[in-house]
């Protein structure tokens, strides 16, 4: 089956770093999406990976390794506004998003 | 980024009423667009698929004569929940894809049921 998971909640400080792990089965991959969704909107696109390496835009960075099936979504400079949900979705073979269940990132002053 | 769009934004109707939802790209031709639904502290459920002028591909467990989709056009698509009941309240969201990878997302629509 196919699968992606990334840990349900993390708390960091503002101003400070944090990193969003998500480790990922498919069949298949052509990308992984990172999106942003704060309470009660749809989401926003932040980045999509589709070969090996680190790409960053401005505060935020993404990373991926598709011999491990896994990629991360840094965070820096937080701000309290980045408090919300951050999903990670990888596109099949397909061509169909598979969506992980999001992280729900709570930043603390 | 591209643009797509949604309406109603928030829509309250009575038990047994049918709700249309309307998705529009509006600045590119969609060819393929998706419906979600995302219930409260959840991740986004994918509903169906839709091209342009052929039948809509629903994911398992969804009642394609309860919510029905016609994607009319490369630039609409709309969602039509018939005879909606509470459980159908939820956040429906569309997103739509150029035949690029990246899919853009409408603001979503919350339905309430009363």
């Known amino acids: 089956g196919q699968n992606i998971d990334q840990p349900t909640e993390m708390t960091a400080t503002e101003g400070a770093i944090v990193q969003i792990n998500c480790t990922y089965q498919?069949?298949?991959?052509?990308?992984l999406f990172w999106y942003q969704q704060h309470a009660g909107e749809a989401p926003t696109f932040l980045s999509y990976?589709?070969l090996d390496g680190l790409e960053e835009k401005g505060r935020f960075s993404s990373f991926l390794s598709r011999s491990k099936g896994y990629s991360y979504l840094l965070l820096k400079e937080l701000q309290m506004k980045d408090s919300a949900s951050y999903l990670c979705?990888?596109?099949?073979?397909?061509?169909?998003?598979?969506w992980g269940a999001g992280t729900k990132l709570i930043i603390k002053p | 980024g591209a643009v797509v769009s949604q309406h109603p934004s928030r829509v309250i109707c009575k038990s047994g009423t049918s709700v249309k939802i309307e998705c529009r790209s509006l600045?590119?031709?969609?060819?393929?667009m998706f419906w979600y639904r995302q219930f409260p502290k959840q991740s986004l459920m994918l509903m169906a698929t839709?091209?342009?002028?052929?039948?809509?591909?629903?994911e398992q467990g969804v009642e394609k004569d309860k919510f029905l989709i016609n994607h009319a056009s490369l630039t609409l698509s709309t969602l039509t929940v018939t005879s909606a009941h509470p459980e159908d309240s939820s956040f429906y969201i569309c997103?739509?894809?150029?035949?690029?990878?990246?899919?853009?997302f409408g603001p979503g629509t919350r339905l309430t049921v009363l």
């Open positions: 839709s091209n342009e002028g052929s039948k809509a591909t629903y």
């Open positions: 997103s739509a894809r150029s035949g690029e990878n990246e899919q853009f």
């Open positions: 600045d590119f031709q969609a060819t393929t």
């Open positions: 498919t069949s298949g991959f052509n990308g």
């Open positions: 979705a990888v596109l099949d073979s397909n061509y169909q998003l598979i």
């Open positions: 990976n589709v």
